[in-house]
């Protein structure tokens, strides 16, 4: 690829069931041009490999223990001027791309997110749910690092969150999207903990 404009970065251990999901989200975008799908997988008893393109994986020797060190370096592996954030275990709609760059650019922001999502529960959708972090965000790579992204210690989420929002030229949409504007489905729930979650049963049947 000559050029990434954005980089959706995805960080994982022990959970490829839900690294295939996140792969399936990245192949359904209908933004195709100067986009990357970045893996980055500490676990380091399960190598990863992907041959679709536009997939980068980096399999580590050694686990980063530290949740918020590990969000850090895998940004600064990223190669687009945007970051696209892209949890292993929730579900980014074919048009989450393509709006949020749009949204971005329309409002000149270096940090924008639509505050509402879909909620997956134990095998349903719930009611639209607001979500603080960000997840399902559309951010600046130098921004996050320059702000010093998540900060070891905390929350991994909340403090890039925070951290971001408070020197970021940012837009956080609080009112209720149509449901066609939606782009991001939380998941937690089934028998598989990490974070927010997500079970193995509940992965493999979620796309059908």
Not at 40 to 56: A, K
Not at 106 to 131: E, F, P, T
Request: charged content about 25%; aromatic content about 12%.
């Amino acid at each position: 690829m000559d050029h990434v404009e954005i980089s959706c970065v995805c960080v994982t251990h022990g959970r490829p069931y839900l690294v295939e999901e996140a792969i399936e989200s990245y192949r359904r975008q209908t933004l195709k041009e100067g986009v990357e799908l970045l893996i980055v997988n500490d676990c380091p008893e399960q190598t990863l490999t992907c041959r679709l393109p536009g997939v980068r994986i980096v399999n580590l020797r050694h686990p980063i223990t530290d949740l918020a060190a590990k969000f850090n370096w895998a940004v600064k592996q990223a190669a687009g001027e945007w970051v696209a954030w892209w949890e292993d275990d929730d579900i980014s709609l074919p048009h989450r791309l393509e709006y949020s760059i749009s949204m971005a650019s329309m409002h000149n922001v270096d940090y924008w997110k639509q505050c509402k999502a879909w909620n997956w529960n134990h095998g349903r959708i719930d009611a639209l749910g607001h979500n603080l972090y960000f997840g399902n965000g559309m951010f600046k790579r130098d921004l996050y690092l320059n702000s010093g992204g998540a900060t070891p210690g905390g929350w991994a989420d909340s403090t890039a969150h925070d951290n971001m929002a408070a020197t970021a030229r940012s837009r956080f949409v609080e009112e209720d999207p149509e449901p066609p504007d939606v782009y991001w489905v939380y998941c937690w729930g089934g028998r598989c903990f990490h974070d927010s979650g997500g079970g193995e049963q509940d992965s493999l049947t979620r796309f059908k």
